[in-house]
């Protein structure tokens, strides 16, 4: 169980990025007040965790309405996981991070809009930014493996749960953090945990190929 909470804790980690995201949340809410700052940090862990939460109860049933194999998926899944972690040791995923960042404050200067006004919670801060596509996968994936025992199932959930209040502590500390992250340690920290998740990507898609020619 150990074993399994740590895989789960690492993937969800390194997926999600808790310390990726504190610069993309200190630039949305540059220039707010702090209980602005506050209700954004805390509503978006919250949105995210209740659909990552609900893929990890609910995707199996969901793969099986659409006729798709839980080998199969792991398979894409994990394909999905790599692409993303060699974004993530070229630093590209941070870059398409702050590019979205810098579209929804060029949107709200262009409504007119004071910043503060903005609710960035649900978009992009909890989806895609925390809930996105990597982090979806990957919990269904995690899912997967317990193949149906509850006492594993809570362990998966432990880890997700865990890593978003992680998130969670990460967001409302951003301005400390900020200061005493550069770009450099960030930039250094990224591409390590990208090598990380690369390797328990293609553990993925190993786990899928064998279930899939019963090897």
Partial sequence: MVQLFISAFVTLFVVIDPPGCVP??????????????????VRSSLIAA?????????????LSALGITLP???IAGGLMVFVIAIDMVFEKRTQRRE???EGVKSAADAAGKPLEEE????FPMAIPMLAGPGSIASVMLLSARTDGD??????????????LLLTLLCL?????MMKLMGAKFEGALTRLLGVVL???AAQFVIDGIKRSFGL
């Fill in 24 to 41: 993309i949340f200190s630039s949305l809410t540059a220039g707010t007040t702090p209980k602005h700052r506050r209700d954004m940090a």
């Fill in 50 to 62: 209740g659909v990552l939460i609900a893929f990890a109860l609910g995707g199996e049933a969901f």
């Fill in 72 to 74: 199969a998926f792991k």
């Fill in 99 to 101: 590019t979205r960042a």
């Fill in 119 to 122: 609710d960035i919670s649900v």
């Fill in 150 to 163: 509850v006492t594993k199932e809570a362990v998966v959930l432990g880890a997700l749960v865990t890593v």
């Fill in 172 to 176: 409302l500390a951003a301005g400390p």
């Fill in 198 to 200: 690369a390797a328990l």
